[in-house]
């Protein structure tokens, strides 16, 4: 199985400051990821595909990159309603995983 | 628009069954294979199960293979998952999610429905 894991866990940020996040794979996935955005109470929403593609709606300040086994999203700067928990997802090896998540929240 | 909306969760004792729905609109359910997907509350997201666009084909996470079983109705636009055997481990929102046309991310969510497993 593909373990996935995010770094850091927590991340305390202000509005207005460049933000990246962390996604490794314990094997080689490609491309074939993706990240989610899901607020409290809310089911996740798709911002990124294949590493780096922004899904329909996602704004300009999300940006994915990486392949193999490290990636990352970085939100360039940051709104106030992108305070929420990030989670990627491989969709390479199977079954598909994803990763345990990183809160941001507001410092 | 496109949505889907989970329903049938609630409180049941362990060892006992369950079934969720999701009732699909506003695409072409008949032409996607539709996926499950849970999460403990508070923790991270973890894959359950699929099903192909014809219902012909299931694939299952090794936690609740031989137990759960998805199914498919395209006459009804809607997707199950018959919830067998519950055990506490399986306390969890289940979301159902849309897989892509091309590939294997998940877009859009239902909203999600819980299911607590507790005597």
């Known amino acids: 199985e593909t373990v996935m894991t995010q770094s850091p866990a927590t991340l305390s940020v202000s509005p207005g400051e460049r933000v990246t996040l962390s996604c490794r794979a314990s094997?080689?996935?490609?491309?074939?990821l993706a990240w989610y955005q899901q607020k409290p109470g809310q089911a996740p929403r798709l911002l990124i595909y294949?590493?780096?593609i922004r899904a329909t709606a996602t704004p300009a300040r999300f940006s994915g990159s990486g392949s193999g086994t490290d990636f990352t999203l970085t939100i360039s700067i940051l709104q106030s309603e992108d305070f929420a928990v990030y989670h990627c997802q491989q969709y390479n090896n199977w079954p598909y995983s994803f990763g345990q998540g990183t809160k941001l929240e507001i410092k | 628009e496109v949505q889907l909306m989970e329903s049938g969760g609630g409180l049941v004792q362990p060892g006992g069954s369950l079934r969720l729905s999701c009732a699909a609109s506003?695409?072409?359910?008949?032409?996607?294979?539709m996926h499950w997907v849970r999460q403990v509350p508070g923790k991270g997201l973890e894959w359950v199960s699929r099903?192909?666009?014809?219902?012909?084909?299931?694939t299952y996470a090794d936690s609740v293979k031989g137990r759960f079983t998805i199914s498919r109705d395209n006459a009804k636009n809607t997707l199950y998952l018959q919830m067998n055997s519950l055990r506490a481990e399986d306390t969890a929102v289940y979301f159902c999610?849309?897989?892509?046309?091309?590939?294997?991310?998940?877009?859009?969510w239902g909203q999600g429905t819980l299911v607590t497993v507790s005597s």
């Open positions: 099903i192909s666009s014809d219902g012909s084909s299931t």
């Open positions: 294949a590493a780096s």
């Open positions: 094997q080689s996935i490609r491309s074939n």
């Open positions: 999610a849309r897989d892509s046309s091309s590939s294997d991310w998940f877009d859009p």
């Open positions: 506003g695409f072409t359910f008949r032409g996607f294979w």
